[in-house]
């Protein structure tokens, strides 16, 4: 990653705790456009407090937000996606009783005139042209494009999700666990749609609690441990072993040097 390059989204000093307890504490972090960044660490490190501040679903009690070099103030979800971040969590946020396009556009539905210029209906046969589009986009094939999102499998879900994210023009697209629930398969196939986010220069940050799985598919991994961060290495800087000891003890120390 060159070292000239203006981060994205640059945290410093990122803190946020609840009573007396710190989730996160004195975070700092970059991200830059095209590249997968894999956050780690064990249950309670703190990774889904980060993703939430990120997203403004919290705001950090310290600390600052910087989006292309300029400070901003993430305060709500909305916030998150003026600045073109979305965040696709592991239940995905779709509604299983509609097909496809309707799922792609829902809360910003395309429109078109009625009578009169008064009434205004849907176009639903615009927002199935613009899905076909970013799905071909993705190289992502779902033939039937008004099937109901119920009948989807796991791996065309997260197709959908994150086509949604990218119509709407995201920079960073925020993936929780993204393969949790999903089988070989179909897990090899979210990791091909998150590499064509890579080609369209889109930044990933992907949670995840398995290193085994996402340390081919990363270029940089953030290890958080009790809130901090304890190591940040690119791809082609580390082993797995040394990430495997940042995770469990916090510290790499003769591992993979």
């Not at 993430?74 to 779709?94: G, M, V």
């Not at 097909?99 to 009578?115: K, T």
């Amino acid at each position: 990653m060159p070292e000239d390059r203006t981060p994205i989204i640059s945290l410093r000093g990122i803190t946020k705790h609840f009573g007396g307890l710190y989730a996160i504490r004195e975070v700092d972090l970059d991200i830059y456009r095209g590249e997968i960044l894999a956050l780690i660490g064990d249950n309670g490190a703190g990774k889904s407090t980060l993703i939430k501040i990120i997203s403004g679903a919290y705001t950090a009690d310290e600390g600052e937000i910087l989006i292309d070099g300029s400070r901003v103030r993430i305060e709500s979800p909305r916030d998150s996606k003026r600045y073109n971040i979305e965040t696709i969590y592991q239940d995905l946020a779709l509604m299983e009783n509609l097909d496809i396009a309707p799922n792609i556009f829902i809360g910003r539905e395309i429109l078109r005139q009625g009578v009169g210029r008064l009434l205004r209906i849907l176009d639903y046969g615009r927002m199935v042209e613009k899905t076909r589009e970013v799905l071909e986009r993705l190289n992502v094939k779902i033939p039937d494009l008004k099937k109901k999102v119920f009948f989807l499998s796991g791996g065309q879900r997260q197709s959908v999700a994150i086509s949604k994210a990218i119509y709407f023009n995201a920079r960073v697209i925020i993936m929780d666990e993204p393969t949790a629930s999903l089988g070989v398969e179909e897990t090899d196939k979210v990791y091909g749609l998150i590499r064509e986010l890579k080609k369209n220069d889109i930044a990933v940050i992907l949670i995840s609690h398995n290193i085994n799985e996402v340390f081919g598919l990363a270029d940089r991994f953030v290890v958080l441990k009790t809130g901090r961060v304890v190591g940040v290495r690119r791809k082609q800087e580390t082993t797995l072993e040394e990430i495997l000891k940042l995770i469990i003890t916090g510290r790499a120390e003769g591992v993979g040097s």
